[in-house]
């Protein structure tokens, strides 16, 4: 094996990096990185190998399948809002196993917290050795670590039993402000543990002790916090491969921000994220910190890359808060929030919605913001107008509003869809789909990844995915969206360097797909007529965009393509 790259003790140069190394540790889920440590030869080294290169059996040969496995080492939450108690909430909500290791029993509320009593750290060690050396703990998440000695205790575990991702929540300091580490844990959390995670999810407030107490005020202080903190990783230890920290700073505490913005730093890439959903007002905010972690600690155990991970869990905590606003348990300032929402209230059962039909892809109108203003129409008036001359789907595309205005926006256009029966889906945007109800969303190829929609909103709604190749439509089958859309079949002016697959490209793709297919680009009433013909029995409709909205009557335009599409169909009936 050529020399992969080495960090020195007393020098943070790179030494004899090799080319494989670096495009390995690039091209794997932050997961497969694993860092060697001195003394870690032998059987140990030769696991952690394993687990790097993704040779782990995923079964015993028997037919039994592995289930993701998060290890929480954290404390427990007597109130159970935060703490282990989350951390399993959370996991469980999101379909991975979570086993605990206890560091410390807390009595607190949702008033405070009244008491902590430390557990003592050679227990500690033998709950981490009962669970890490026989359960196959995929990802360790860690919360509160009361002492330096159990942060010691911790990092010599899993340099003797390695696992695939280490995600640390820096929990110095409880939601109601009460302190819940020692002063002497804030250096053992940077020299030791820091260098061995994947990924630190420090508040502002964490992050600014982590740093020296910095004033961090505005998005660009977290920007640059991120920064700093990742510097904090690779300073003291070996690596087997050249693995930096990812580092997540949470705005939550932001005053000035209408929006909650996260700021990922991708420390392989080193890369900025910047992630934003919307604020919701609510008391019951105790734990979102635990649930959060615990929830990318979930989606890294099944296997998701950092960046999915990260805005599958940011997602799911924006949904437990949003249907949680109005819980009302307990009588202190911070109440907890319900983490199986979407399983009992937000979810419908399939067979209480309307079920999904393909022939409501038959007229689908996609919204643009650039025409609406052009033509001096409001969002409402627009598709309002395209219902009305019979579109059969709506999707809202907003590339650049704020996330408070699309949410109103959409939650308008869901009022008038839902009038007329109309389905109304959202492009990309998962966290506005939930925020508004939509009945779906569309995705493309680099966004959020099906299973990871829909284990966010639900078997009830309605996923869609942007496809161009056989392969795509057969993945989109198996991941299971409800519909592919097709194109671009002829050019348009949507959409930048946009391949055109012609009518012969959507052919081949409608005919290798399992699912409906409505095609997209460049369609209009010279061409929606050509595509309905080619009598492909699973292409179901067009997708249009100026052809509707940059026209003065949107409400004419749409009499017009439904009336050319209806006659065809017939006629190929």
Known sequence: MAPAAFYSPSSPTRLGV????????????????????PGSAGAGGLR???????????????????????????????????GIQADLKACGALGAYCSTVITAVTAQNTVGVQGVHPVPEDFVAEQLRSVLSDMGVDVVKTGMLPSDGVIKVLCGKLQEFPVRAIVVDPVMVSTSGDVLAAPSTINGLRDQLFPMADIVTPNLKEASTILGGLRLETIADMYSAARSIHKLGPRSVFYFFPFCINVL??????????DAVDILFDGIGEQFHELRGPRVKTRNTHGTGCTLASCIAAELAKGSSMLQAVQAAKDFVENALFHSKDVLIGSGPQGPFDHFVKIKDHIRSVTEKQQFRSDDLLLYAITDPRMNKRWGRSITDAVKSAIEGGATMIQLREKDAETRDFIEAATACMEICRSYGVPLLINDRVDVALACDADGVHVGQSDMPVPVVRSVLGPGKIIGVSCKTPAQAEQ?????????????????????????????????VCLASKLPVVAIGGIGAGNASSIMQLGIPNLKGVAVVSALFDRESILNEAQSLKSQLTSVSSYAM
């Not at 090799?18 to 440590?37: G, I, Q």
């Not at 705005?251 to 000035?256: C, R, Y």
């Open 18 to 37: 090799s080319s494989e190394a670096r495009e390995l540790c690039s091209s794997r889920a932050p997961a497969t990185c694993w860092r060697l440590k």
């Open 249 to 258: 700073v949470k705005g939550g505490h932001l005053s000035d921000s209408s």
């Open 476 to 508: 989109a089958f198996i991941d299971g969206a409800d519909y592919i859309g097709c194109g671009g079949v002829f050019p348009t002016n949507t959409k930048a360097n946009n391949p055109v697959l012609g009518l012969e490209g959507l052919k081949t």
């Open 48 to 82: 952690a190998l394993a687990a790097a290169t993704g040779e782990m059996a995923q079964n015993d040969g028997l037919g039994r399948r592995k289930v993701p496995h998060v290890l929480t080492v954290a404390g427990s939450d007597s109130g159970a809002g935060a």
